[in-house]
C-alpha cells in the first residue's frame, strides 16, 4: 500500500485549500442526473470535521453534466439553433447538483455558499478568458466556503461550450494562490493503466505529469472533459508555480478528510 505523508497545513485567507470532488463521486456515473447522496453527505462532514479554512470546493458533473453535454454537443459550440435549449438544460442539471451539494454542506454547518461559473467565465475556444472573481474572494474573505462547478460557459470563438471542473479547480487554485488541489475522483489515485480496465495496473505514489510513463486514459462513463487524462493536463501549469496537487479517492470514507489535515494518506502526489 502506498501512503503519502502530505505537509500541508494551511493558514491566512491568502492560501486556501481548493477541493474538487469529482462527478464520479457526488453522483453515481452511470446513470442519468442520478446523485449520490451518502457520498455527498458524508464528504460534507468529512469538509467540516477538518475545520479546513478557507476552503474552496468544486464539483464535476458526473450524471448530471455529462450525458446531457454529450447529447446536445455543448462543448463543440453553437451549430444549430436548437442547441440553444439543450446548452441551458444541460447548466439546469448542474444548477440542481450543485444545490443538492450546497444544501447538504448546509446541513452539516459549513457555511456553503453556491458560485455559476456561467456568470463568472468567457472562454475563449475552451479555455477560460474572462474571470470575474471579485465577489468570490470576498466571500471567502467574510469566511463562506464557495461551490462552484464544470459548467457550460459562453465562449468567444465557440458560441458556448463545457467548462470542466478540473480547468475551473486549476484556475482558481492558480487565481487565489492556493496552497494546495486536492483532487478527489473514484480510484485510488493515478494507477500505470486505468484500473477499471486493466486488474494488473499498480497504483503510483508519486507521478510527474511531464513525462510519458503511463498510459492515461479517459474515463469509465461518459466525460466530455477528457477523464483522467485531462485532469492531469490541467495540473501542468499549477504544479509549475509550485502548487501541491494530489489525486485522492474521495469515494473511500476518511481520504478526503485526512489529506485535508495533512495526514498520510493513500493517493498520487502529482510532481513536474
Ligand atoms: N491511469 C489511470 N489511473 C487512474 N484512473 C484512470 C486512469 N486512466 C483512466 N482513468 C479513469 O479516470 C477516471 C476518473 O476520471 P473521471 O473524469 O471519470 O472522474 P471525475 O473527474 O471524478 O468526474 P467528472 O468529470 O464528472 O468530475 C477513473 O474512474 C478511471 O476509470
Ligand atoms: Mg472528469
Given at each position: 500500500m502506498w501512503l503519502l505523508t502530505v505537509g500541508w497545513r494551511v493558514s491566512g485567507l491568502r492560501h486556501p485549500t481548493i477541493l474538487k470532488l469529482g462527478g464520479s463521486v457526488v453522483t453515481n456515473?452511470?446513470?442519468?442526473?442520478?446523485?449520490?447522496l451518502l457520498n455527498i453527505r458524508r464528504l460534507a462532514w468529512e469538509v467540516k470535521e477538518s475545520q479546513t479554512k478557507p476552503l474552496v470546493l468544486v464539483h464535476g458533473g458526473g450524471s448530471y453534466g455529462h450525458p446531457l453535454a454529450y447529447r446536445h454537443k455543448v462543448k463543440q459550440?453553437?451549430?444549430?439553433?436548437?442547441?440553444l435549449h439543450g446548452m441551458s438544460q444541460t447548466h439546469q442539471a448542474m444548477v440542481a447538483l450543485n444545490k443538492l451539494i450546497v444544501n447538504e454542506g448546509l446541513a452539516a454547518g459549513l457555511p456553503a455558499l453556491g458560485f455559476s461559473p456561467l456568470s463568472m467565465v468567457v472562454t475563449e475556444d475552451g479555455r477560460i478568458r474572462d474571470l470575474y472573481l471579485e465577489p468570490l474572494k470576498r466571500a471567502l474573505e467574510e469566511g463562506f466556503m464557495p461551490v462552484l462547478y464544470g459548467d457550460t460557459v459562453i465562449d468567444s470563438e465557440k458560441g458556448f461550450t463545457i467548462l470542466s471542473g478540473d480547468q475551473l479547480a486549476c484556475r482558481l487554485a492558480e487565481e487565489l494562490k492556493a496552497s494546495r488541489l486536492i483532487l478527489g475522483t473514484d480510484v485510488d489515485g493515478l494507477y500505470s493503466s486505468d484500473p477499471k480496465k486493466d486488474p494488473s495496473s499498480v497504483l503510483l505514489?508519486?507521478?510527474?505529469?511531464?513525462?510519458?510513463g503511463v498510459e492515461i486514459g479517459g474515463a469509465?462513463?461518459?466525460?466530455?472533459?477528457?477523464?483522467m487524462k485531462g485532469k492531469l493536463a490541467e495540473t501542468l501549469k499549477l504544479l509549475e508555480k509550485g502548487v501541491q496537487v494530489m489525486l485522492v479517492?474521495?469515494?473511500?470514507?476518511g481520504r478526503v478528510a485526512k489529506a485535508l489535515e495533512g495526514e498520510k494518506v493513500k493517493g498520487t502526489l502529482l510532481t513536474l
Open positions: 456515473k452511470r446513470g442519468f442526473m442520478s446523485p449520490n459550440g453553437l451549430k444549430k439553433p436548437n442547441q505514489e508519486s507521478y510527474s505529469v511531464g513525462s510519458q469509465a462513463a461518459i466525460d466530455v472533459t477528457g477523464g479517492n474521495a469515494s473511500k470514507p
